[in-house]
Nanobody, 124 residues
Framework: QVQLVESGGGSVQAGGSLRLSCAASGYTASINCIGWFRQAAGKEREGVATILRGSGSTGYTDSVKGRFTISQDNAKNTVYLQMNSLKPEDTAMYYC?????????????????WGQGTQVTVSS
């Protein structure tokens, strides 16, 4: 079992920045890939960014490239999402998720464990 706790969400004006954290506990040796996902009101959940625990290889959805950065601190079992130049359309509940098996993608159904989410609100 892996437990995930997100933090760092809040309200910010357009153009501002936030850093989200995802702290993992439990059987963290089983983690292969960590992803950040978001779901805005009335919309489907979408993948935002991913990182492979072993290699550090990252991936991003096109809408956040150049603005968001995913990183990890394996000593702390923590993954971060640095969000810069925030836009109102970034407003959503942000979730951290873990994939145990081979591969890493922005598809939410590929992930095995999920955190409770942290709200990000960007005002214009």
């Amino acid at each position: 079992q892996v437990q995930l706790v997100e933090s760092g969400g809040g309200s910010v004006q357009a153009g501002g920045s936030l850093r989200l954290s995802c702290a993992a506990s439990g059987y963290t040796a089983s983690i292969n890939c960590i992803g950040w996902f978001r779901q805005a009101a009335g919309k489907e959940r979408e993948g935002v960014a991913t990182i492979l625990r072993g290699s550090g290889s990252t991936g991003y959805t096109d809408s956040v490239k150049g603005r968001f950065t995913i990183s990890q601190d394996n000593a702390k079992n923590t993954v971060y999402l640095q969000m810069n130049s925030l836009k109102p359309e970034d407003t959503a509940m942000y979730y951290c998720a873990v994939r145990k098996f081979w591969g890493c993608s922005l598809t939410n159904t590929d992930y095995n464990y999920w955190g409770q989410g942290t709200q990000v609100t960007v005002s214009s």
